[in-house]
């Protein structure tokens, strides 16, 4: 592939990333250092032009949109959480493949009538503010950065919004799934202005990236 402009991709550590390296390969980009053993940030790729940089997945967007990088890789939950407004997104990777749900103590579902104010932990407060406020439910939101299966359990909250994949954190809390908010997975963003000064060659990585998810279906 000749990508002929510099273009940055950001990515994220962890599953996105697992799954995104054999995406990348396939289109012939690929880390010249081993990104689990390196602390590096910012690494070059076997594409001269083409770099990779490593954030935190709630970052992505950001850079994305402000142009530090022209391509990202973020989780649709980062995307209605933290907006997509201002960046294109062309292309769903169906990686890393969860849904976004409330979800609550087994036992009070059967024990407790549906209320009109609860409490509600979670580190998604656009989206969990968004869905309550659409089920004419008053919620009282508490940010939490991890672990939210936890605090029904303590007695913090009465139900929570988070990522479920096996549902297995769930179950091993005592807790259960309630209702579907979003179907996640991985997406491609672009900058626009990339996608406009740098078109060619951005629209060729969209290209032969969306042809790779195509062969892995
Ligand atoms: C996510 C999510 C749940 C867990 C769900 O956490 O917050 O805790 O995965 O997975 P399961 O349904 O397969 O059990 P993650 O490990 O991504 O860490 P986080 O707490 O930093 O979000």
Do not use: W
Request: with cysteine; hydrophobic share 45%; charged share 25%.
């Amino acid at each position: 592939m000749n990508i002929t402009d510099p273009i940055t991709i950001a990515l994220t550590k962890g599953r996105i990333l697992k799954e995104t390296l054999p995406l990348l390969a396939k289109v012939g980009i690929e880390p010249s250092e081993d990104l689990d053993a390196s602390r590096k940030l910012i690494v070059p790729t076997t594409l001269t032009n083409v770099h990779l940089v490593i954030l935190r997945g709630s970052d992505v967007p950001t850079y994305v949109k402000h142009g530090a990088a022209d391509i990202g890789i973020a989780g649709k939950d980062m995307l209605l959480e933290f907006g997509g407004e201002g960046i294109y997104e062309p292309l769903d990777l169906g990686i890393a493949r969860c849904r976004l749900m409330t979800a609550g103590p087994r036992l009070s579902q059967t024990t407790q009538a549906p209320r009109r104010r609860i409490r509600v932990a979670t580190k998604f407060l656009n989206i969990a503010r968004a869905h309550y406020a659409e089920k004419g439910i008053h919620a009282d939101l508490i940010k939490l950065y991890g672990s939210m299966e936890l605090a029904p359990l303590m007695g913090l909250a009465d139900e929570i919004v988070d990522i479920v994949d096996t549902g297995k954190t769930l179950e091993e809390n005592g807790m259960v799934p309630l209702e579907l908010i979003a179907e996640v997975s991985s997406r491609l963003i672009v900058n626009k202005a990339s996608m406009r000064t740098r078109h060619a060659s951005v629209r060729m990585l969209v290209d032969a990236l969306e042809e790779a998810v195509g062969a892995q279906e």
